[in-house]
Antibody
């Protein structure tokens, strides 16, 4: 059974840093594109970052570019999101998602349960 | 970046059929696949439609997706509404300049 389990969320002060992890089970993360999507309290879904299956390509939303970095650890079968210079606007539930395996782009097939990041003084 | 515009909310009675629209503002709706995600209260989203009209295994056939080039929009139709269908629904697509774009979401209320 495919599962994605996020960890690392918590309370952080403005300007601080945090590292989120997403551990996959039931599949090899190196065989899929992996992404992060977030949802601010009471708001809609916002795409954050993408890592290609090959690991060669990384894309970021303009709102996080230069502050967030997506990485992969094949030994741990995990994907991480390194977040720095955090602001209150980064407060959200962060979901790890797996790309559907297809030709081109065809969305996500599995979502994690999410981890809450709260940026507050 | 382009925008996907969804109605804020829709409501319908159990057993009826409801359609949620997703209009692409700038660019053609059929230039990239459209997906639909369901998010029940307090839960993570799940995929109900991918590649415009494909249902993942486990999603009831009551859920269907389509594309309308004349209105430049995608639609999610749910027939035989059940109380368990009450949720937020998000459309999603992409293009070369916008890796992933979500619509603002539609709150479905089953009366």
């Amino acid at each position: 059974e495919v599962q994605l389990v996020e960890s690392g969320g918590g309370l952080v002060k403005p300007g601080g840093s945090l590292r989120l992890s997403c551990t996959g089970s039931g599949f090899d993360v190196a065989m899929y594109g992996m992404e992060w999507v977030r949802q601010a309290p009471g708001k809609g879904l916002e795409w954050v970052a993408y890592l290609s299956k090959s690991g060669e390509y990384k894309y970021y939303a303009d709102s996080v570019k230069g502050r967030f970095a997506i990485t992969r650890d094949t030994a741990k079968n995990s994907v991480s999101l390194e977040m720095s210079s955090l602001g209150v606007e980064d407060t959200a539930i962060y979901y790890c998602v797996r790309d559907r395996d297809c030709v081109g782009d065809c969305g996500f097939d599995y979502w994690g349960q999410g981890t809450l990041v709260t940026v507050s003084s | 970046n382009f925008i996907l515009s969804q109605p804020h909310s829709v409501s319908e009675s159990p057993g009826k059929t409801v359609t949620i629209s997703c209009t692409r503002m700038r660019g053609s709706i059929d230039s990239n696949y459209v997906q639909w995600y369901q998010q029940r209260p307090g839960k993570a989203p799940t995929t109900v439609i991918y590649e415009n009209d494909q249902r993942p295994s486990g999603v009831p056939s009551r859920f269907s997706g389509s594309i309308d080039r004349t209105s430049n929009s995608a639609s999610l139709t749910i027939s035989g509404l059940k109380a368990e269908d009450e949720a937020d629904y998000y459309c999603q697509s992409f293009d070369d300049r916008s890796p992933r774009i979500f619509g603002g979401g539609t709150r479905l209320t089953v009366l």
